[in-house]
């Protein structure tokens, strides 16, 4: 059996095996490539792709994948020529790397209006440009800033150029890559209605210039494409290869292992080895990698039609007799496997039929996604208004806030895991164990011994020694009575920086103010504290109490009972260290609770009011926005979700319109 015999057999078997339906295919196709029902189908395509690219222009593609086509391939493959073929129009070309950012290429047919071209990116003006561009060391850590570039042009020939300056200001100038997408949407009534992205050639060895991991980098921006379920995998194959080893199809194999959604188009036909032409049919007849999505043949300019300056138009005839002069693939084109218009027309229904079949679940996607991040937003929102009233309202609530806080907790009423109270106490109760273990029997063989007498005859005491045993024995609390006020200062202050953090938490010049603030106070409070606890100490220097406490005391220590009816006869010796217990028991009981009263007053009580006015006076400043900056990661989170919430706000406004209408 001969070649053409096989062909014949292999054609007559395929999809189109009926005549009537082959005819009816042809016809359909003949005219659709003649543009005459492409307007009928333009109206149920046009609307689908408008669609997705809006959602792409929102942005919605960085939260979530959107229907589309890529296109890889090895370096000089042929990409470049397929898409110049699909848009008409020269794309930037040459050895090497050319194509170095992801390029959108959006095709729109728009029937009677001359060629126009806009051409779309993020300027980046950060300093996270890699290889051109002054990089200023306070940029660094600052998120980029993009602000979009917008070129629009009305001459193909400038198509060239502008691609290859927006590459060279995103991926920087020379042969580096980048992630940022190029968008490029073409009108005219010459294309064919499509969208699809351009990714930088699979390379192996790095050229001059090039990171020794640029193979690596490539693959990584491909896959991060291809690896998508919402994406079309184009794979470029030259035919004069071995096409099943080639490295883009073993990629888009990994992905799609079952291939339903690779497409391989199979490039230079004729620059084929003689002998191979029925091996590379068998491929193109998915009998030997088979993919749901199948093969197309097409034949691009070569080098030499190039430098002729062949045009496109005379390039697709020359392709249509080439397939036709061709005793091998002459059926392809029948089976509609062959030609650049064949391709066009396949690739926009499958991705009009991608779009549609995954435009449900977007939409699900959406709606699910937008519930997330409204929740996200809540957790970090209440951010300060941009305005100047918003801003002064907003920090006069959290103001307020604040000194409920510092209320409740300077009143006893804040129940904290650390409550206040509890913690004072114990260290009250500190205070009155240490002030109970000063407490000591005065025994008369020691300080009332006879060493001490005075003039008085025996059988008197002496009343100034009596005085002169206590003062020296009281004095002695002063020490403790401060460290007792510093050990409160400290917890206090602790407590107050627990609140400042929590009403204060995403703005920290706020914290830092009021945590001077309290600073400042505590040390003016803490001074007044420890001039009021040294005149108590001088007023203790004067012995002093009620006759009837005196009175009860002592009955208490002796069982005896006093009375004031004896006084003032019941000086009698053996009773005179009593005496002495009685009183420091007085000054014990009167410490024990006079101290903590003080300190509690002035480094709680007082510094809490004076806080509440001082921190109102903030109001005052004049720059609240200052006053209200906000941590940076916070603020940027923030940011980032609002700017999601509108993207998919947008987003599922489209949709929902879309689907309605
Ligand atoms: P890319 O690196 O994948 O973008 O490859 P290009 O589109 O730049 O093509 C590489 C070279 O192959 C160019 O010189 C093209 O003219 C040539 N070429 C592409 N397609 C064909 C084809 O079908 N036939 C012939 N003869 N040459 C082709
Ligand atoms: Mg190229």
Redesign the pocket.
């Known amino acids: 059996m001969s070649i053409s015999d096989t062909v014949n057999k292999m054609s007559s078997s395929g999809a189109f095996s009926s005549p009537d339906q082959r005819s009816a295919y042809d016809d359909e196709n003949e005219s659709q490539m003649n543009g005459e029902v492409h307007s009928h189908l333009e109206k149920s395509i046009r609307p689908y792709i408008d669609l997705i690219d809006t959602l792409r222009s929102i942005g919605i593609h960085k939260d979530l994948a959107l229907p589309t086509i890529v296109v890889i391939?090895?370096?000089?493959?042929?990409?470049?020529?397929?898409l110049?073929a699909l848009s008409g129009v020269a794309l930037p070309?040459g050895t090497g790397i050319?194509?170095r950012c992801p390029l959108e290429l959006r095709l729109k047919k728009v029937p009677g209006v001359n060629w126009k071209a806009v051409l779309t990116y993020n300027k980046k003006t950060g300093g996270f440009v890699n290889f051109a561009g002054p990089i200023k060391a306070s940029k660094m850590v600052a998120q980029p800033t993009h602000n979009e570039k917008k070129i629009e042009f009305a001459d193909p020939s400038l198509v060239e150029q502008h691609v290859a300056e927006a590459q060279n200001e995103l991926a920087g100038k020379g042969v580096g890559i980048s992630d940022e997408l190029i968008t490029l949407e073409i009108m005219s009534p010459d294309v064919c209605d499509l969208t699809l992205i351009d990714l930088p050639?699979i390379t192996r060895v790095p050229v001059e210039g090039q990171p020794e991991d640029i193979g690596k980098q490539i693959k990584r921006l491909i896959l991060k494409f291809i690896i998508k379920h919402e994406t079309i995998n184009l794979v470029?194959v030259?035919c004069n290869t071995d096409i099943a080893t080639t490295e883009a199809l073993k990629m888009a194999q990994e992905v799609d292992p079952a291939g339903i959604r690779t497409l391989a188009i199979l490039?230079?036909?004729?620059?084929i080895d003689k002998g191979t032409e029925k091996n590379i049919l068998a491929i193109v007849h998915n009998t030997v990698i088979p993919l749901r999505k199948g093969y197309i043949m097409?034949?691009?300019?070569?080098?030499q039609?190039?430098d002729d300056e062949i045009p496109l138009k005379d390039a697709a005839q020359m392709e249509r007799d080439f397939f036709q002069n061709n005793d091998y693939f002459r059926c392809l084109l029948e089976e509609n496997k062959a030609t650049v218009k064949c391709l066009a027309i396949k690739l926009t229904q499958d991705l009009v039929d991608h779009i549609k079949k995954s435009l449900p679940q977007l939409h699900e996607e959406i709606k699910k996604k937008l519930w997330n991040v409204k929740r996200a937003l809540k957790d970090c929102e209440d951010g300060p208004p941009e305005d100047l009233k918003g801003a002064k309202e907003f920090l006069i609530k959290i103001l307020n806030r604040f000194n409920e806080q510092i209320k409740s907790l300077s009143s006893g009423e804040l129940v904290s895991e650390k409550n206040l109270f509890v913690e004072l106490r114990a260290e009250f109760k500190k205070w009155n164990d240490y002030l109970n273990s000063t407490k000591k029997s005065f025994n008369p063989s020691n300080k009332l011994s006879q060493k001490n007498r005075g003039r008085e005859l025996p059988g008197f005491s002496n009343y100034r020694l009596f005085e002169k045993i206590l003062q020296d024995h009281v004095a002695k609390l002063k020490e403790p009575a401060n460290d007792l006020l510093n050990a409160i200062k400290d917890i206090i202050i602790k407590q107050f920086a627990d609140i400042v953090s929590e009403c204060f938490q995403n703005y920290h010049i706020l914290q830092n103010i009021t945590k001077d603030t309290i600073n400042n106070i505590q040390l003016n409070q803490l001074e007044k504290a420890e001039q009021r606890i040294s005149e108590q100490f001088k007023m203790e220097n004067r012995i002093f109490t009620q006759d009837p406490i005196f009175l009860k005391i002592l009955s208490e220590i002796t069982n005896e009972i006093y009375s004031e009816k004896e006084l003032p006869v019941f000086d009698k010796r053996c009773t005179y260290s009593h005496m002495l217990e009685a009183y420091y028991e007085i000054v014990v009981q009167r410490t024990a609770d006079q101290l903590p009263l003080m300190i509690t007053f002035y480094m709680l009580q007082e510094t809490a009011q004076i806080l509440s006015t001082d921190v109102m006076k903030l109001l005052e400043q004049p720059d609240v926005h200052e006053l209200l900056s906000e941590n940076s990661d916070v603020s940027r989170k923030r940011k980032e979700l609002r700017a999601c919430l509108n993207r998919l706000t947008a987003a599922a406004k489209e949709i929902s319109s879309f689907l309605t209408d």
């Open positions: 391939g090895d370096q000089s493959s042929g990409k470049s020529s397929v110049e070309r050319v194509t050639g470029v030259p490039t230079k036909p004729d620059l097409v034949k691009c300019r070569g080098q039609q190039i």
